[in-house]
């Protein structure tokens, strides 16, 4: 199976920091990826990891773990706008897999 | 960066005709494009993907002769949903690779489908 999990929902406070879990089947694993989803519009590509480590670009970071088949987004800094559902994507061989999507509210 | 265009952006139409979507890489050669569809508060599903010039590949459960899919060119591939029923009412993603890049993959606006 190619599984990829994340939470559902999380709610954080405006300036806060934020991290989002997603963990994956490693079988085939050919790179994993971020996107940014508001309501009604197609993903935004936030970042992607290949290698084991942490990617940071700007107040989004994102860290991989292909041993352990785990990575997450880490989001700083929160601004209200950043309130939208952040998608795991993992390239299994040449299909990339979407996760259900972590819907996140930042609240005052 | 790249861009990946959708058109419409919206469609109704009545159940049992049939209706184009199309998907253009505006400013880069795509080899490889694929196909999702998301329904409300769900995640993205990988319908097929497709090869410039060669027959898609469907996922399992998705049904070929109903989704039809041209890949013509390496800016352009269109996803026809033949006789439409209420069921198929559903946002539609494209996504394209940059054949110069090794991971990139862009995303078009999306098609948002409603079946009457």
């Known amino acids: 199976g190619q599984n990829i999990d994340q939470p559902t929902e999380m709610t954080a406070t405006e300036g806060a920091i934020v991290q989002i879990n997603c963990t994956y089947q490693?079988?085939?694993?050919?790179?994993l990826f971020w996107y940014q989803q508001h309501a009604g519009e197609a993903p935004t590509f936030l970042s992607y990891n290949v290698l084991d480590g942490l990617e940071e670009k700007g107040r989004f970071s994102s860290f991989l773990s292909r041993s352990k088949g785990y990575s997450y987004l880490l989001l700083k800094e929160l601004q209200m706008k950043d309130s939208a559902s952040y998608l795991c994507?993992?390239?299994?061989?040449?299909?990339?897999?979407f996760g259900a999507g972590t819907r996140l509210t930042v609240k005052p | 960066g790249a861009v990946v265009s959708q058109h419409p952006s919206r469609v109704i139409c009545k159940s049992g005709t049939s209706v184009k979507i199309e998907c253009r890489s505006l400013d880069f050669q795509a080899t490889t494009m694929f196909w999702y569809r998301q329904f409300p508060k769900q995640s993205l599903m990988l319908m097929a993907t497709?090869?410039?010039?060669?027959?898609?590949?469907?996922e399992q459960g998705v049904e070929k002769d109903k989704f039809l899919i041209n890949h013509a060119s390496l800016t352009l591939s269109t996803l026809t949903v033949t006789s439409a029923h209420p069921e198929d009412s559903s946002f539609y993603i494209c996504?394209?690779?940059?054949?110069?890049?090794?991971?990139?993959?862009?995303f078009g606006p999306g098609t948002r489908l409603t079946v009457t």
């Open positions: 497709s090869n410039e010039g060669s027959k898609a590949t469907y």
């Open positions: 996504s394209a690779r940059d054949w110069s890049s090794s991971y990139e993959q862009y």
């Open positions: 490693t079988s085939g694993f050919n790179g």
């Open positions: 994507a993992v390239r299994f061989n040449n299909d990339m897999r």
